[in-house]
């Protein structure tokens, strides 16, 4: 897998309004490989969301560096190359959308990119397709539902083509089904697209969908991992007052217990023919 | 009639731009009762009738041809006052914090008691009584600006504001919507604290079965402007595959046990917490070794 993004060293500071510095992120590496679903988790105050908004220069690292597909995000002439490369999503979806059509909601980006209109036409109808909302195309986007908004917001982004979205708590202010659908809108593209994801969320079960979790924790990465590997640290993540799926705690407490459950589990099959092969007789 | 109740809701139907060719039925037919003390909460998808429901309880929109009594007292009487109905039945809508508009915390949780004419002395103390229940320590926060307090912070402040009216029902639509685990936790301890201290009727609005199942003594599930299901939740979870078919689902607890009863292993399922899961399972183990 090569390699799409790379923070080396990354630290963010800012003033408050009362003049006292904050230090949102102290001294942060990571490495995104072309293709990988990363997910980051944390409280607020975190630094996630500072930490995402460098992955497209919308914030320049106070030291360290931050390179997207090769190129440093603190050089000025690299900045549109960069912002075409990560797109983002944000949390609330009323405040994305600013069109009065979907369609033309989606073809804002490349229109300021200066596509020629064919070309945009082609792109809109093509991410429209992917998010399913193509039929939704000429309707205006206020009537929609918060999951179809930010699927619109994924389209808006996808028709800049670039190679990674990164999504700062997507699904926060949705309700179960409109996370559902943009968490598989995503995966999809992660899957069919080999599109690059950065998935912030407080959504352990979202979460649990990743290649790889980063729970950050005072401006630092404080555990990182596999799902399993990550969520099987049952106490570590309770003292950070982060979830934990419940069937991984209900194995942690077995393992307690004494009895041969792995704590590394994630989904309710696998503890039942565990438990199943163990109780039986 | 019906003293001994909270709440009672008989035949209570709404029909948003009724008589027009957009009408659309927002509740059918909703039956209810609560009992003082009680709490309840209310589940189902977004455009299932639940916050059109609670509207009604404190006269936001008119019961029609339904009729609904709080503490005994039918609402939809020419002459109720409506004033002293939205004292008693405090609501606190989703994402109370965009509601919070004065310049401090102080001068936002007085507001409604001001307006119900309580002035010097009883006025601060009905609100330092509110911030002191949603643990805001008076002296720190009663200068503050809203605009310096964190997410949670601002929750409570709005929760406070509605405390300070002293209502005996409170209603919360979705009070930890966007909030991070931490933040969520805090708040919902906060409501069960403010239940068992003051012995408020609370209704609750959750999209989170795990939430509801730590909280509540009766959940109420809406299904199309309907009541579909209802009960404890011990014994609502068991009928995990409506609530599936809700497109609600169950704890995963749940499922883990239902999974271990289908394949013949002999738990009990009307669990809560994963410890009570844990510990049916341990002692199972037990018994078998």
Redesign the interface.
Known sequence: MSRLLEVRDLTHSYLTRTGEEVEALRKVSLEVGAGEFVAIVG??GSGKSTLAKHLNALLLPSTGVVFVDGLDTSVPENLWEVRQRVGMVF?NPDNQLVATTVEEDVAFGPENLGVPSAEIRKRVDEALAVVEMSEFATRPPHNL??GQKQRVAIAGVLAMRPKCIVLDEPT??L????RQEVLRTVQRLNAEESMTVVWIT?FMNEAAQADRVLVMQEGRIAIEGSPRQVFSRVEELKEL???V???T??AF??NK?G?PVSPELLC??E??SI??D???? | MNVEKAIVVRNLSYTYQANTPLASPALRNVEMEVLPGQFVAIIG??GSGKSTFIQHLNGLIPTGPGRIWIDGQDIGLKGTNLKGLRQKVGLVFQYPEHQVFEETVFADIAFGPKNQGYSGELLVEKVRRAMGLVQLDYDAFRERSPLEL??GQLRRVAIAGVLAMEPSIMILDEPT???????R?EILEQIARLHSETGMTVLLVS?SM?EVARLADLVVVFHDGAIALQGPPRELFQRDAELTAL???V???I??MK??VN???AVDTRVLT??E??DQ??Q??HK?A
């Not at chain 1, 309700?175 to 409109?178: A, L």
């Open positions: 409280h607020n949390q539902s918060g926060a202010m309700d179960p089904k409109g407080h007052h982060l979830d799926p419940q069937v705690e209900l407490l077995l217990a009895l309710e099959e503890l039942v438990l199943v163990k109780l039986a007789g | 998808q977004t964190s997410g919507a966007g909030l991070d685990p931490k933040t936790d999209h795990e497109g609600l689902g704890p995963q607890i499922r883990v999974g271990l394949q013949g292993i994963t410890q899961a844990a399972i341990i199972r183990w078998n």
